[in-house]
């Protein structure tokens, strides 16, 4: 979890949800009343103002990416997970397929000098191939929808711990706590897993398959979204 927000003040500070289905979301207004006693702010729908949960993880998104403009890069942090993974197995393959080179004659040079080159170049070209390849297999898909675009979202502006861990239930696709001045600041609470699997080749397997325009990215179909207020 994060806690950055910790120097925004307690009274700007909104707690905005958003739930897989509408049963999560009835989940999770029962575990605040349960917590809190209370649950007549809480709002449910797009009335909730789904936009600052978009903000908050469209900011998340660019914020945990690497950025070097000097060189044209951005790698979303999805990238850099399987960048890693794939690098040391697929630089080794191609230094291995590059040796043999080295035993060709070349003149007077060395043996060992000839085959050093060989596995320098196959190296590179191993970590060329990377540099394509290893941010593909990891980057999301661009029609995998954000949380709020396929969720229930639910907003309460009383702020408190209590309230921020009644809302952590399941089906909980992510909590965000944001500015309600400033729309543009928030800062992530929980999110769902959506590897299939506890590390990053999981998240590769998700990412690799094929999407259907009924069930993006193998969301749960939206349900009735008539905003209502509970209380």
Known sequence: MSHDY????????????????QAAADAAVAALRARTGHDDDVVVGPEAHPID?????????????????HVGIIYPKESLRSSALLGPPLIAIF????LPLGFIPMGDVDLWIRLLGAAVVGAACGGAILLIVG??????RTSEPLAAERGITIRLDRWSPEAEEALI??????????????????????????????????????????ADNDDVAGATPAPDRTPHRQG
């Not at 993880?57 to 945990?64: A, G, I, L, P, T």
């Not at 230094?95 to 590059?98: D, E, G, H, V």
């Open 169 to 210: 239930v399941d089906g909980l696709l992510r909590l965000d706590v944001v500015d309600r001045e400033e729309r543009a600041s928030g800062w992530m609470v929980a999110a769902q897993d959506t590897s299939k699997g506890a590390n990053v080749v999981g998240e590769m397997v998700r990412n690799a398959e094929p």
């Open 95 to 98: 230094t291995i397929l590059f």
């Open 135 to 140: 941010p593909a297999m990891g980057v999301k």
């Open 6 to 21: 910790t120097l925004l003040p307690v009274e700007r500070r909104s707690l905005i949800g958003v739930y897989e289905d």
């Open 53 to 69: 949960s978009l903000l908050a993880e469209m900011q998340q998104e660019s914020n945990d990416a690497v950025v070097a403009p």
